[in-house]
T-cell receptor
Framework: GAVVSQHPSRVICKSGTSVKIECRSL??????MFWYRQFPKKSLMLMAT?????????EQGVEKDKFLINHASLTLSTLTVTSAHPEDSSFYIC???????????FGSGTQLSVL | DAKTTQPPSMDCAEGRAANLPCNHS???????VYWYRQIHSQGPQYIIH???NNETNEMASLIITEDRKSSTLILPHATLRDTAVYYC?????????????FGAGTQVVVTP
């Protein structure tokens, strides 16, 4: 099946620094990718839709200047958490729709801890 | 979009079948039923999906009632590695993945 790779799997950073998370579709092209965040014992919440070659679409309440999304190619989307604070600590997950659109595949997630 | 209702938790004995129910009474005629699971600290994993007919793959079987208002995911022989949160999701056809709503899911614990 289609594979979505996410890197890094875990990152610890100091407050005020920026962190970049990569999401790659390994064996298919994805014009659209999705970014979620998940707090402990909670369900996934969609943050934004990443569109190749155009601006991302953010869900209500998600700060676009804080969570920068770049979808520069058909196989790579990046999420940069800028000026991270402890409240940004969370599990971030990306996903992409496989060709044909009938299945959505997820990355393995990135656990961000901001000290 | 139609919403789903699942029991919050379920225990299952290793080697036995696990039957996970899901209610989606407001589902529309062209909306698919999808099941995903999420093992702790990992991204969700696709299990199976269906529209009207029952479906089976190497992981599970999906039974959809004739009126489509509910479905059951069947794990035929549960193993300890099947311990996870299972999400039942309803999705319209077409480019609608961005509208996907994950509910609380069912926490399945498989015990020896």
């Amino acid at each position: 099946g289609a594979v979505v790779s996410q890197h890094p799997s875990r990152v610890i950073c100091k407050s005020g620094t920026s962190v970049k998370i990569e999401c790659r579709s390994l064996d298919f092209q994805a014009t659209t990718m999705f970014w979620y965040r998940q707090f402990p014992k909670k369900s996934l919440m969609l943050m934004a839709t990443s569109n190749e070659g155009s601006k991302a679409t953010y869900e209500q309440g998600v700060e676009k200047d804080k969570f920068l999304i770049n979808h520069a190619s058909l196989t790579l989307s990046t999420l940069t958490v800028t000026s991270a604070h402890p409240e940004d600590s969370s599990f971030y997950i990306c996903s992409a729709s496989a060709p044909g659109g009938l299945k959505l595949f997820f990355g393995s997630g990135t656990q961000l801890s901001v000290l | 979009d139609a919403k789903t209702t699942q029991p919050p938790s379920m225990d299952c004995a290793e080697g036995r079948a696990a039957n996970l129910p899901c209610n989606h009474s407001t589902i529309s005629g062209n909306e698919y039923v999808y099941w995903y699971r999420q093992i702790h600290s990992q991204g969700p994993q696709y299990i199976i999906h269906g529209l009207k007919n029952n479906e089976t793959n190497e992981m599970a079987s999906l039974i959809i009632t004739e009126d489509r208002k509910s479905s059951t995911l069947i794990l035929p022989h549960a193993t300890l590695r099947d311990t996870a949160v299972y999400y039942c999701i309803v999705r319209p056809p077409g480019d609608s993945w961005g509208k996907l709503q994950f509910g609380a899911g069912t926490q399945v614990v498989v015990t020896p």
